[in-house]
């Protein structure tokens, strides 16, 4: 499992979405760069946006770290596949 703090750091760089296009791949997180309503969060295909946040109609605000919730077994280790703006801007953690 890759350390906590190399994820964060961006190690394996980042992709700034700044508009409403659908990004597909396997990203270790999202952080918020200004005020960001999200369409949706997916891992494997599944919208896991309200896992997330409580309520997605309200923009998710400016430094706002997510990051997937992951099992602390031998379970294999989840990454966001997919994810969309409504408004705002994210960087994507790769």
Do not use: C, H, W
Request: glycine share 6%; proline share 5%.
């Amino acid at each position: 499992m890759e350390e906590p703090l190399k994820i964060i750091a961006a190690t394996q760089g980042t992709f700034i979405l700044n508009d409403s296009t659908e990004i597909a791949g396997n990203f270790d997180g999202f952080v918020a760069l200004e005020d960001a309503i999200f369409e949706f969060i997916k891992i494997q295909s599944n919208d896991v946006t309200a896992e997330y946040i409580s309520n997605p109609a309200i923009a998710v605000k400016l430094g706002a770290v997510i990051r997937p919730k992951n099992p602390l077994s031998s379970a294999p280790i989840l990454k966001f596949n997919s994810v969309k703006l409504i408004s705002g801007s994210i960087a994507i953690i790769l």
